[in-house]
């Protein structure tokens, strides 16, 4: 690199762990994950560290078809800056213990032409994690063509309903082509003291299960693929889920495209928890996987 300021190093949760570890960790949990007939062309995926949700991201990655895919959309939820639009990264390479991950500077020409989009800084592009755990799964599933796809990181801010409805709009036209991958970015239920959210539904049993149907009644909300009632679904219950913005994002593309004619599913394929909550001072992270079908 010319210019090595201009290159983000990849760190954080994977610092301790090296290239060919990381390697086999990915391929042990590709490898235990059955691939459904289409490829796709979205998945929500969880950004927690891989020894909570390694296993779990595996069942959205394994659907994704590097033979067709040139070009990988991370959408990211904003964690440490207020952000009211979306922000792209300031820099051109992302380094990961697999290999480099180049940015597609035309499309970033296309979206900052747009003018509805800011420049993240360097600082906000290193602490941001939301987008960093997707770039090794990105590049393995993708390490077979490693040299002919590029990557688009989108931080997603705080955004309204009615934003959420522009970028959809924006982004649906990218989502129509089949050489064009989603990965959207998402944690789900955030629950106990620490997170200050201890919704519980007694009728459900233990806190655990609780819990699974709160976020089961998200996700069903989602694979309907109706970002009005994905909406409501968080007023009516304030679900902690952290990509809830790139979520209804991804639902507002799909519904530009459907009023076009296209078809397509969405499908969780996975669900798990950090642990089993059963008291008021336990505390757990939720993640799901899943996958959007074009028909």
């Not at 939820?77 to 051109?92: F, G, K």
């Not at 796809?149 to 309204?160: C, E, K, M, N």
């Amino acid at each position: 690199l010319n210019n090595p300021s201009n290159c983000r190093a990849y760190c954080s949760g994977m610092k301790t762990v090296i290239g060919p570890q990381l390697n086999a960790q990915l391929e042990g949990w590709l490898s235990q994950v059955q691939s459904t007939k289409r490829p796709a062309r979205a998945i929500i995926a969880p950004h927690a560290g891989y020894t909570y949700c390694g296993s779990c991201a595996a069942h959205a990655y394994k659907q994704v078809d590097p033979s067709i895919t040139r070009r990988i959309f991370i959408l990211g939820p904003s964690h440490h800056v207020p952000l009211s639009r979306c922000a792209l990264s300031s820099v051109d390479i992302y380094r990961t213990p697999l290999y480099d991950l180049r940015i597609d500077q035309k499309i970033y020409g296309e979206l900052w032409k747009t003018g509805m989009f800011e420049r993240m800084s360097l600082q906000t592009d290193e602490d941001e994690h939301s987008i960093e755990m997707h770039l090794p799964y990105t590049a393995k599933a993708m390490e077979s063509h490693k040299d002919e796809f590029t990557i688009i990181p989108v931080l997603v801010g705080a955004l309204s309903e009615s934003k959420e409805q522009e970028f959809g709009k924006l982004f649906s036209k990218y989502l129509a082509d089949p050489s064009n991958l989603f990965v959207v970015s998402s944690d789900f239920c955030h629950w106990g003291q620490r997170f200050r959210y201890s919704y519980y539904d007694e009728s459900q049993g233990e806190i655990y299960r609780s819990i699974e149907h709160l976020d089961k009644m998200g996700m069903s909300i989602i694979e309907q693929l109706d970002p009005v009632s994905f909406s409501n679904y968080l007023k009516k219950y304030h679900n902690t889920i952290c990509g809830r913005h790139p979520i209804g994002v991804l639902l507002n593309a799909i519904t530009e495209l459907q009023k076009n004619g296209m078809n397509m599913s969405f499908s969780f394929l996975n669900y798990a928890q950090s642990s089993q909550c059963r008291n008021w001072q336990d505390s757990s992270v939720s993640y799901a996987a899943g996958a959007l079908t074009v028909h």
